[in-house]
């Protein structure tokens, strides 16, 4: 996303420390899930959060779009890849999870529903997606990121996996024909073994 791209980009901080940005990024959301929103340790990230986002020249469809991001991307992934689907029951509490982060967060705008919140993420990417300069330093940044947790000899197959990993929209650069397929089949041998080995849950 160009807009949302320069601004990151342009504090030098996720392409400088991607490893330290990450891990701060990780440590608020997941204070969040665990404490809930509302608890005393929910309300300090929160404030953490709008600090941060006081100084960045982002607009409410942007930081919208960044919302959506962290609520309909994954669940997206892990219907796709997981060992099961998400369920009509999870996606609403995603949704209302992050309904409440927004309600704390002052941003506007946001739809009624997750699948309204997913067609508004398709549209809004449809019009804004671009590469530019910015994006591809980013994603050059968290790839190396990547390919940093394996041994030094499996950096560049690390990094012509991640690529795959992409979807096809999001790609400035098409990977090779086998490496595509053998991220698609390990994906799919990890969800048909952990599909074996887990319970299904009930239908909403």
């Keep these: 996303m160009p807009s949302i791209a320069r601004v990151l980009a342009g504090t030098g901080k996720m392409t400088a420390q991607p490893k330290a940005r990450a891990k701060a990024t990780g440590e608020l959301v997941y204070t969040l899930i665990e404490h809930g929103l509302a608890s005393a ?39 796709a890849h997981s060992w099961r689907a998400t369920t009509r029951a999870e996606k609403a509490a995603a949704f209302r999870f992050y309904a409440g982060l927004a309600d704390r967060m002052d941003i506007a705008g946001l739809p009624g529903s997750y699948d309204e919140f997913a067609v508004w993420m398709d549209d809004f990417e449809q019009r804004h997606f671009a590469v530019t300069p910015e994006s591809q ?21 690390v990094r012509a996996l991640s690529d795959a990993l992409l979807d096809e929209r999001l790609r400035a650069r098409r990977p090779a024909r086998p490496v595509g397929a053998l ?5 799919r041998w990890r969800a048909w073994s952990l599909n074996r080995r887990r319970p299904r849950p009930e239908a909403p």
Aim: hydrophobic share 55%; proline share 8%; with cysteine.
């Design 41 to 79: 340790e929910g309300e300090a990230a929160v404030a953490v959060l709008r600090r941060l986002h006081a100084s960045l020249p982002a607009g409410d469809p942007e930081d919208l779009y960044v919302l959506a991001a962290f609520c309909v991307a994954p669940l997206r992934w892990i219907d």
């Design 137 to 157: 330093a980013l994603y050059d940044a968290n790839r190396a990121l990547l390919a940093d947790r394996f041994p030094a000899p499996l950096g560049v197959l």
């Design 183 to 187: 991220v698609t089949a390990g994906l």
